[in-house]
């Protein structure tokens, strides 16, 4: 559980108590609703990360809604975008292991997080990994509803595949930029778990890919 469900829980458990005694049980019910939904959305529950050499894992659960190819400073990168709803796990994990080289937070609007558009006008946190010789970007966008972005590390800071950094509240969208010599394994539609559920591997020969994606699948990290 991250601490913040606790903060909101207990806060809304009060009011409800206030309520309760001042206007009788059945108005205290919402904000008892409420402190529930707030426990079960701030859940953080443990995940098996896979150990296979240059796996990029999930930062986040949800839903990928884009796979495209993009131009950053000229070179050419793979957009991986993956969308959370307020019913998602919002705990957000390093997609790779390495040391955090940059982190790059912006301010910004608060558009859908289906939006196109969101993941360069929204506020969001870039933040760049260096590791095995690669070098990743993921971006944690807030959405509709977010309001808050948080990350708990800072450049030079090291990081494990999987290892938890930080989270969004509500609604959002993570990216994952990738070089676009990346060796996808995953498609638009599919639903992700974030630290465990494979999205690409970097630096691998495409010989091995076979081999690799089928113990993924039994170990149901994939």
């Known amino acids: 559980m991250v601490p913040d469900g606790y903060y909101y829980a207990l806060a809304l458990a009060g009011a409800a108590v206030v ?8 108005w205290a019910l919402p904000a008892c609703l409420l402190a529930l939904f707030f426990l079960w959305f701030f859940r953080d529950p443990e995940r098996v990360v896979p150990d296979f050499a240059g796996a990029v894992v999930s930062p986040g659960d949800g839903k990928v809604t884009d796979v495209s ?3 950053v400073n000229g070179t050419a990168h793979t957009r991986i975008s993956i969308f959370l709803s307020v ?6 994990r390093s997609p790779m292991a390495g040391v955090i080289r940059e982190v790059r937070y912006q301010k910004g609007k608060f558009l859908n997080a289906m ?3 969101s993941a360069e006008h929204n506020e969001q946190n870039a933040v760049t990994v260096e590791g095995d010789g690669q070098t990743i970007v ?3 966008i807030a959405g509709l509803l977010a309001r ?4 708990t590390k800072k ?3 090291p990081v494990k595949r ?9 609604g959002s969208r993570v990216d994952v930029l990738l070089d676009a010599s990346a060796h996808l394994q995953i498609k638009v539609g599919n639903r992700v778990k974030g630290g465990s559920s494979v999205l690409a591997f970097l630096g691998r020969g495409t010989e091995s890919l076979t081999e690799v994606a089928a113990e993924s699948t039994r170990q149901g990290v994939l």
């Open 19 to 26: 309520i309760g005694w001042l206007a009788g049980p059945v």
């Open 69 to 71: 190819s993009i131009l």
């Open 87 to 92: 019913f998602d796990v919002h705990v957000n």
């Open 115 to 117: 939006n196109p558009a």
């Open 138 to 140: 993921f971006k944690q």
């Open 148 to 151: 808050r972005i948080v990350f």
């Open 155 to 157: 450049v030079g800071d």
């Open 162 to 170: 999987g290892e938890r950094v930080g989270l969004i509240k509500f």
